[in-house]
Protein backbone atom coordinates (compact mmCIF):
# COMPACT_ATOMS: atom_id res chain seq x y z
CA UNK A 1 0.00 0.00 0.00
CA UNK A 2 1.82 3.49 -1.02
CA UNK A 3 1.23 6.32 0.95
CA UNK A 4 -0.48 9.41 0.06
CA UNK A 5 0.65 13.01 0.32
CA UNK A 6 -1.65 15.17 2.14
CA UNK A 7 0.67 18.15 1.10
CA UNK A 8 0.13 17.48 -2.16
CA UNK A 9 -3.51 16.88 -1.34
CA UNK A 10 -4.07 19.88 0.64
CA UNK A 11 -2.22 22.05 -1.34
CA UNK A 12 -4.33 21.54 -4.66
CA UNK A 13 -7.95 21.54 -3.25
CA UNK A 14 -6.38 24.76 -0.60
CA UNK A 15 -4.93 26.31 -3.80
CA UNK A 16 -7.99 26.05 -5.74
CA UNK A 17 -10.18 27.06 -3.18
CA UNK A 18 -8.36 30.57 -2.57
CA UNK A 19 -8.61 31.46 -6.05
CA UNK A 20 -12.43 30.83 -6.02
CA UNK A 21 -13.16 32.32 -3.17
CA UNK A 22 -11.12 35.60 -4.19
CA UNK A 23 -12.57 35.75 -7.58
CA UNK A 24 -15.73 34.58 -6.64
CA UNK A 25 -15.96 37.30 -4.11
CA UNK A 26 -14.51 39.63 -5.70
CA UNK A 27 -17.14 38.85 -8.80
CA UNK A 28 -20.04 39.26 -6.64
CA UNK A 29 -19.00 42.42 -5.11
CA UNK A 30 -18.68 43.99 -8.53
CA UNK A 31 -22.06 42.30 -9.89
CA UNK A 32 -23.90 44.06 -6.30
CA UNK A 33 -22.28 47.37 -7.53
CA UNK A 34 -23.84 47.47 -11.16
CA UNK A 35 -26.89 46.41 -10.19
CA UNK A 36 -27.49 48.90 -6.96
CA UNK A 37 -25.23 52.14 -7.59
CA UNK A 38 -24.00 51.70 -11.13
CA UNK A 39 -27.33 50.65 -12.73
CA UNK A 40 -27.36 53.41 -14.79
CA UNK A 41 -24.26 53.23 -16.54
CA UNK A 42 -23.71 50.04 -18.74
CA UNK A 43 -21.53 47.46 -17.31
CA UNK A 44 -18.06 48.17 -18.55
CA UNK A 45 -15.17 45.43 -20.14
CA UNK A 46 -13.54 45.30 -16.88
CA UNK A 47 -16.74 44.80 -15.07
CA UNK A 48 -17.57 42.24 -17.52
CA UNK A 49 -13.92 40.80 -17.63
CA UNK A 50 -14.39 40.78 -13.35
CA UNK A 51 -17.47 38.66 -13.45
CA UNK A 52 -16.34 36.02 -16.24
CA UNK A 53 -12.98 35.65 -13.85
CA UNK A 54 -15.16 35.24 -11.06
CA UNK A 55 -17.50 32.49 -13.09
CA UNK A 56 -14.31 30.21 -14.25
CA UNK A 57 -12.69 30.33 -10.54
CA UNK A 58 -15.92 28.82 -9.58
CA UNK A 59 -16.04 26.59 -12.26
CA UNK A 60 -11.92 25.39 -11.53
CA UNK A 61 -12.71 24.92 -8.25
CA UNK A 62 -15.81 22.62 -8.67
CA UNK A 63 -12.93 20.65 -11.34
CA UNK A 64 -10.78 20.62 -8.81
CA UNK A 65 -13.12 19.14 -6.12
CA UNK A 66 -14.23 16.67 -8.30
CA UNK A 67 -10.66 15.38 -9.58
CA UNK A 68 -9.50 15.39 -6.18
CA UNK A 69 -11.82 13.56 -4.17
CA UNK A 70 -12.24 10.66 -6.65
CA UNK A 71 -9.09 9.75 -6.32
CA UNK A 72 -9.17 9.94 -2.53
CA UNK A 73 -12.21 7.73 -2.60
CA UNK A 74 -10.35 5.44 -4.49
CA UNK A 75 -7.31 5.30 -2.03
CA UNK A 76 -9.40 5.18 1.01
CA UNK A 77 -11.73 2.10 0.24
CA UNK A 78 -8.38 0.41 -1.58
CA UNK A 79 -6.39 1.03 1.60
CA UNK A 80 -9.09 -1.09 3.71
CA UNK A 81 -9.72 -3.99 1.52
CA UNK A 82 -9.33 -7.35 2.77
CA UNK A 83 -12.85 -8.75 1.34
CA UNK A 84 -15.40 -7.48 4.38
CA UNK A 85 -15.35 -3.62 3.51
CA UNK A 86 -18.52 -2.46 2.63
CA UNK A 87 -17.84 -1.65 -1.02
CA UNK A 88 -15.05 -1.68 -3.33
CA UNK A 89 -12.92 1.14 -4.58
CA UNK A 90 -14.60 0.77 -7.80
CA UNK A 91 -18.61 0.77 -6.82
CA UNK A 92 -17.76 3.59 -4.22
CA UNK A 93 -17.09 5.75 -7.40
CA UNK A 94 -19.18 4.44 -9.65
CA UNK A 95 -22.08 4.01 -7.47
CA UNK A 96 -21.85 7.95 -7.16
CA UNK A 97 -22.42 8.18 -10.45
CA UNK A 98 -26.18 6.95 -10.54
CA UNK A 99 -29.14 9.56 -10.13
CA UNK A 100 -31.11 9.53 -6.98
CA UNK A 101 -29.26 6.18 -5.79
CA UNK A 102 -26.31 8.26 -5.11
CA UNK A 103 -28.05 10.63 -2.52
CA UNK A 104 -28.19 7.18 -0.07
CA UNK A 105 -24.75 6.21 -1.37
CA UNK A 106 -22.85 9.08 -0.35
CA UNK A 107 -23.54 8.34 3.07
CA UNK A 108 -22.28 4.59 2.80
CA UNK A 109 -19.01 5.88 0.80
CA UNK A 110 -18.27 8.96 3.13
CA UNK A 111 -20.02 8.63 6.56
CA UNK A 112 -19.15 4.69 6.26
CA UNK A 113 -15.53 4.91 5.97
CA UNK A 114 -14.34 5.37 9.51
CA UNK A 115 -16.67 2.22 10.85
CA UNK A 116 -15.07 -0.09 8.18
CA UNK A 117 -11.85 1.58 8.72
CA UNK A 118 -12.02 0.64 12.37
CA UNK A 119 -13.08 -2.41 11.88
CA UNK A 120 -10.45 -3.66 9.56
CA UNK A 121 -7.97 -2.30 12.24
CA UNK A 122 -9.29 -4.10 14.65
CA UNK A 123 -9.68 -7.70 12.58
CA UNK A 124 -6.22 -7.67 11.40
CA UNK A 125 -4.64 -6.21 15.04
CA UNK A 126 -3.16 -3.12 13.67
CA UNK A 127 -1.98 0.10 15.56
CA UNK A 128 -4.04 2.89 14.18
CA UNK A 129 -4.50 6.30 15.59
CA UNK A 130 -9.04 6.23 16.68
CA UNK A 131 -10.79 7.98 12.79
CA UNK A 132 -13.10 10.10 14.41
CA UNK A 133 -16.34 9.72 12.57
CA UNK A 134 -18.50 12.73 12.83
CA UNK A 135 -16.93 14.84 10.27
CA UNK A 136 -17.31 12.02 8.02
CA UNK A 137 -21.13 11.44 8.87
CA UNK A 138 -21.61 15.71 8.42
CA UNK A 139 -20.51 15.84 5.26
CA UNK A 140 -22.68 13.95 2.89
CA UNK A 141 -26.12 16.12 5.05
CA UNK A 142 -23.94 19.21 4.56
CA UNK A 143 -23.08 18.23 0.55
CA UNK A 144 -27.17 17.27 0.70
CA UNK A 145 -28.26 21.25 1.70
CA UNK A 146 -25.84 23.27 -0.59
CA UNK A 147 -28.57 21.34 -3.39
CA UNK A 148 -31.15 23.99 -1.62
CA UNK A 149 -31.57 26.91 -3.73
CA UNK A 150 -30.12 29.91 -2.21
CA UNK A 151 -30.36 28.62 1.42
CA UNK A 152 -27.37 26.43 0.19
CA UNK A 153 -25.19 29.36 0.07
CA UNK A 154 -24.57 28.72 3.59
CA UNK A 155 -23.81 25.31 4.00
CA UNK A 156 -21.85 25.33 0.31
CA UNK A 157 -19.33 27.99 2.33
CA UNK A 158 -18.94 24.53 5.46
CA UNK A 159 -18.58 22.55 3.05
CA UNK A 160 -15.74 23.78 1.29
CA UNK A 161 -13.90 24.24 4.87
CA UNK A 162 -14.98 20.41 6.16
CA UNK A 163 -13.62 18.95 3.59
CA UNK A 164 -10.03 20.62 4.58
CA UNK A 165 -10.37 18.20 7.57
CA UNK A 166 -11.65 15.17 5.78
CA UNK A 167 -8.67 15.50 3.52
CA UNK A 168 -6.14 15.68 5.75
CA UNK A 169 -7.52 13.11 8.38
CA UNK A 170 -7.97 10.08 5.31
CA UNK A 171 -4.71 10.82 4.13
CA UNK A 172 -3.29 10.45 8.30
CA UNK A 173 -5.50 7.40 7.99
CA UNK A 174 -4.41 5.86 5.06
CA UNK A 175 -0.78 6.30 6.09
CA UNK A 176 -1.26 5.12 9.49
CA UNK A 177 -2.58 1.74 7.55
CA UNK A 178 0.48 1.69 5.63
CA UNK A 179 3.21 2.10 8.35
CA UNK A 180 1.22 -0.36 10.78
CA UNK A 181 1.83 -2.97 8.56
CA UNK A 182 -1.68 -3.46 6.09
CA UNK A 183 0.92 -3.14 3.02
CA UNK A 184 1.52 -6.95 3.75
CA UNK A 185 -1.57 -8.40 3.52
CA UNK A 186 -3.11 -9.44 0.60
CA UNK A 187 -6.22 -11.00 -1.27
CA UNK A 188 -6.94 -14.73 -1.07
CA UNK A 189 -10.06 -16.74 -1.93
CA UNK A 190 -11.16 -19.89 -0.47
CA UNK A 191 -14.51 -21.33 -0.14
CA UNK A 192 -15.72 -19.48 2.80
CA UNK A 193 -14.95 -15.94 1.03
CA UNK A 194 -12.44 -14.19 0.21
CA UNK A 195 -9.53 -13.14 2.88
CA UNK A 196 -6.90 -11.27 3.86
CA UNK A 197 -3.48 -12.80 5.07
CA UNK A 198 0.05 -11.21 5.67
CA UNK A 199 2.99 -11.92 2.73
Known amino acids: MK ?9 IYITSLVVCLFFGLMATLVAGLQNFVWYQDAPGLVIQLIVLVGILAVVQFCFVNMVDN ?7 WSSIQDGRARTTPGKAIGFLLIPFFNIYWIFQVWGGFPTDYHNFSERHRLSVPHLAGGVYKAYPVVTLLTLIPLLGILPAMINMFMLIGIIAKTCDAINALSLSGASHLRMVSSPAGPSAVAV
Open 3 to 11: QVSKKLHLG
Open 70 to 76: LPMLWKM
